[in-house]
């Protein structure tokens, strides 16, 4: 199983796929990373705030995979944007990882109210340049962010993780991100199960015209559109089932009706609104 690598901004791959961790309980971790490894994963998003690193540093110690194979991202938290906050986290993040240094570091959330992501992102430049991570990016940033970090940091962020899926494809911020050479990491790929996304019409018949399941139309809509994806499921079959993606092409009608799922009025989003939350 070969899963694609992608190339970011700052000339790191990335593989396209991978597993994301968001809610993995913190003592099912370590069984889940493993399974997911042992599947063929080999990206793993992860999060300080998700309290589960130590779970995804474990089974990455197990495994025994070399440490050029996997690719490991996580994130700084909301509250830890100011002074030397972001130096700190790392460093523990780092350590419940087991790592000497991230794949990629990102910037969690904007929390606009408080004004300070350029700041954080400022630091994240710093911490790129100590080596504590490869590559840096943001998450959750809306145009107005993206353009501030980018006229007054001078560096242009590799990624933007952002809620995107059917329902919700923020256009405007992935319009934005490919103007920059920012690449679009989807979150909530498959609408986090809450709405009927594997029951739409679009999404069925494609399932149906190519022999798969709900879940791998949209992980295929996600990789032809250039998203960067890691659906994440506890289930061993489930999470096997998101990885066998890659023998089939949507055409350009099934994209096309996909796309047509998104009402445009941003009542689709199923997560919390940046500008919200601080
Ligand atoms: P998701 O869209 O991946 O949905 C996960 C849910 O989909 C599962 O709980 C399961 O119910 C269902 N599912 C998964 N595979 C399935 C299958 N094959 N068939 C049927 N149902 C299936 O949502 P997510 O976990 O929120 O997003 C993926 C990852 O994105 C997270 O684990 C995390 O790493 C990241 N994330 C980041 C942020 C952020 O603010 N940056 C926020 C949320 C999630």
Redesign the pocket.
């Known amino acids: 199983m070969t899963i694609p690598a992608t190339t970011l901004n700052d000339g790191h791959s990335i593989p396209q796929l991978g597993y ?5 309980d913190p003592e099912a971790t370590e069984k889940a990373v493993s399974e997911a490894l042992e599947a063929g994963y080999r990206h793993i ?3 300080a705030i998700y309290g589960n690193e130590e779970g995804v540093g474990a089974a990455i110690a197990k495994s025994g995979i070399e440490r050029s194979e996997l690719y490991i991202t996580t ?1 700084l938290w909301n509250d830890r944007h100011d002074g030397d906050e972001p130096n700190k986290a790392i460093a523990e993040s780092l350590d419940k990882l087991g790592l000497e240094q991230v794949d990629l570091y ?1 910037v ?2 904007p929390t606009p109210a408080k004004d300070n992501y350029v700041h954080a992102f400022a630091k994240l430049i710093e911490l790129r340049e100590q080596g504590h991570t490869r590559s840096i990016g943001v ?2 940033f809306l145009v107005p962010h993206l353009e501030r970090v980018v006229a007054e940091t001078g560096v242009t962020p590799a990624v933007n ?1 952002i ?1 995107l ?1 059917p329902a919700y494809q923020q256009r405007d911020v992935v319009e934005w991100a490919a103007d920059h050479g920012i690449r679009i990491e989807a ?7 809450k709405y009927d996304l ?1 029951g739409t019409p679009a999404v069925v018949d494609a399932a149906a015209a190519h022999g798969k ?4 139309i949209v992980i295929g809509w996600h990789l032809q559109k250039g998203n960067i994806v ?4 506890v289930h061993a079959e ?1 999470l096997r ?2 990885l066998d993606v890659f023998d089939f092409t949507l055409t350009g009608a099934e994209i096309a009706a996909i796309d047509a799922l998104d009402p445009q009025d941003g009542s689709g989003r199923v ?1 919390t609104h940046p500008e919200d939350f601080n």
């Open positions: 994301g961790v968001f809610k993995v998003d992860t999060a994130k990102l969690h959330w998450s959750n993780q809620e899926h979150w909530g790929p498959l609408g986090q199960g594997f399941t709900p879940a791998q890691f659906p994440k499921s489930r089932q998101n997560g």
